[in-house]
């Protein structure tokens, strides 16, 4: 049987991407070599803010949106573009898609599923070990000139990481890379998901403040949602309690960065190592302040093993969109 062919596509000369944010050049020239690139796009405000701006002719000429998870693309936005059919998303999470709306008007979505797992789940253990040995307050014992080469004049000791307690909140596939790695340590695994997951010997616990009460360490790899959108809250951040650290490499809005703030300046809890932000790019000073936090500019999926991946994912969606068939990496309907 013939395919019908994906809605919004016409000639060669009429496929259109349009990038919502920006790609690596070499993505960009891929893509280019497979049809028309736009953006993106210049000016200020929303991604939807801009495209109200494009001249309806050129918007409508649009068959591919390349995007990124945080970039919000709702139902409305999706309806300037009339010949729109994928919306593809360059890494794994997919938050700011409509996914309901897109599937209503016969929009493909698809995401790089699991291409940057590995990658986020080196940078989350590196974060863990920072946070669990003190790295940034030891290191500022070099910067302010009170280190002597006495290892007996620190401060405190701090334990490190075997048999002690990681929680890991999503236990998906970075959920799961990041207990792989953390059993070489020696360390117990908890993990709280909607369900029961498939997680070899890791302990499962039917809520999140069950896991916090339990784990040393509370590692956020969860996918961001309406539903999880600060879920680890001053409830949780107490329950994990005054030795306990919070890790996140997921996104920013899973975790109340108010309270956070609070939590680490009270001692509440003891440390926090953090690759996401809520408000991106913008990190609040008031907790870049704080010796017990590990900062990082969300560099998780920033290796060539990942942006590798994550290209040849993109690419594999939009191909076989062009091709009349479904994309490979389908977002859950």
């Known amino acids: 049987m013939r395919r019908s062919p994906p809605r919004g596509r016409t000639t060669m000369s009429a496929r259109v991407i349009l990038l919502a944010a920006a790609v690596s050049q070499p993505l ?19 991604f939807a803010e801009r495209a109200r701006a494009m001249p309806a002719p050129l918007r409508e000429r649009v068959n591919v949106i390349v995007t990124m998870g945080s970039v919000a693309l709702d139902g409305g936005t999706q309806a300037l573009f009339a010949s729109l059919g994928l919306v593809c998303c360059t890494g794994s999470g997919y938050e700011g898609v409509d996914v309901a709306a897109a599937h209503a008007r016969g929009i493909a979505v698809a995401h790089s599923a699991n291409a940057n797992a590995t990658s986020v789940a080196d940078v989350a253990i590196g974060l863990m070990i920072a946070s669990v040995r003190g790295f940034r307050a030891e290191a500022m014992r070099i910067d302010n000139g009170t280190w002597r080469g006495n290892a007996a004049g620190r401060d405190a000791f701090r ?3 075997a048999h002690r307690r990681l929680g890991i909140f999503g236990m998906g596939a970075i959920g799961r890379a990041i207990a792989h790695r953390a059993r070489a340590f020696d ?9 029961p997951a498939d997680a070899g010997d890791a302990r499962y616990f039917a809520t999140l ?16 949602t309406d539903a999880t959108r600060h879920a680890v809250d001053a409830r949780i951040l107490a329950a994990l309690g005054s030795d306990g650290h919070v890790v996140n490499i997921a996104r920013g809005n899973v975790i109340d960065e108010a309270a956070l703030i609070d ?5 509440v809890i003891a440390g926090a190592g953090l690759d996401v932000y809520e408000h991106e790019p913008d990190v609040p000073a008031a907790l870049l302040a704080l010796p017990n936090v590990i900062a990082l500019p969300h560099i998780g999926g920033a290796s060539q093993d990942a942006q590798a991946a994550m290209q040849a994912a993109v690419l594999a969606n939009v191909d076989a969109y062009l091709a009349g068939a479904p994309p490979p990496m389908p977002v859950p309907r």
């Open 28 to 46: 960009r020239e891929a893509l280019a070599a497979r049809c028309e690139v736009l953006g993106p796009l210049a000016g200020a405000g929303t």
């Open 159 to 161: 334990r490190g990481l």
């Open 187 to 195: 360390m117990h695994i908890g993990y709280h998901n909607r369900r």
């Open 209 to 224: 403040q069950a896991l916090a009460q339990w784990c040393d360490v509370l590692m956020v790899s969860v996918r961001a």
């Open 263 to 267: 939590a680490l300046s009270s001692g």
